[in-house]
């Protein structure tokens, strides 16, 4: 069973922290107030795993989630995924608090795409910067559904199916990093809304193997 050491896991979080922090500072210039973006929490469990913890930390079965494909050297899906209950709160909090409610909810895709652009785009170019590995960025999609439709429509891309098909590989070898994040703003009163998502990040057992392999390069060049 594919497994990162703690040193390659710690690697891993320098580099999301990265991504993070050119995170959050898009989003700040794209609203115009100070938004930060903390890591709490780092796993790499298998799909079926990561479905039971947004099912116990969201306690909702509907989520709205921003989805990613990207192909290359690495393949597989970033998502971006809110209860959804709260994803109006976070526009109303990245916008303005005194948005009326219908206005909110026409701009909630629009604006959640536009977040998940973000968030999701530095994260991948996280990867690309600390390693020998290129890969293309699709179209992001915006979804709503439970957690397991999202994980298994976004998991089970068609050259993913192909590649495990191919190598033998079963479910117990698809992986997927799960980021637990904080977003809190500040306003000018200096009060935080802070409001809780996932980044998710879907792998084929081959692309596990393809980071990994780059993860014991950098480590052995420090």
């Not at 390659?8 to 500072?25: C, Q, R, T, W, Y």
């Not at 989520?63 to 990613?68: D, S, T």
């Amino acid at each position: 069973m594919f497994r990162l050491s703690e040193l390659e896991e710690d690697a891993l979080k320098e580099f999301f922290n990265m991504g993070l922090g050119m995170a959050a500072n898009s989003l700040s210039q794209m609203v115009n107030n100070e938004v930060l973006l903390t890591l709490p929490k780092l796993k790499v469990v298998t799909y079926e795993e990561a479905t039971r913890m947004l099912v116990q930390h969201s306690q909702e079965e509907k989520l709205v989630a921003v989805r990613q494909n990207f192909r290359g050297e690495l393949t597989g899906t970033a998502l971006l995924i809110f209860p959804g209950s709260e994803s109006l709160e976070l526009v109303r909090t990245l916008l303005n608090d005194d948005i009326p409610l219908e206005v909110l909810t026409e701009l909630e895709q629009e604006t959640l795409l536009d977040v998940g652009n973000v968030i999701l785009n530095a994260f991948l170019e996280s990867f690309t910067q600390m390693m020998s590995v290129e890969f293309e960025f699709e179209a992001a999609e915006y979804l709503r559904g439970s957690s397991r439709f999202l994980l298994d429509i976004s998991s089970h891309l068609a050259a993913q199916r192909h590649s495990l098909m191919a190598t033998g590989g079963g479910e117990d070898e698809e992986r997927a990093f799960v980021l637990m994040m904080d977003f809190k703003t500040s306003d000018e009163e200096q009060k935080q809304h802070t409001l809780s998502g996932f980044v998710v990040l879907l792998f084929s057992h081959q692309a596990m193997l393809i980071l990994k392999r780059e993860l014991e390069v950098i480590l052995s060049n420090l």
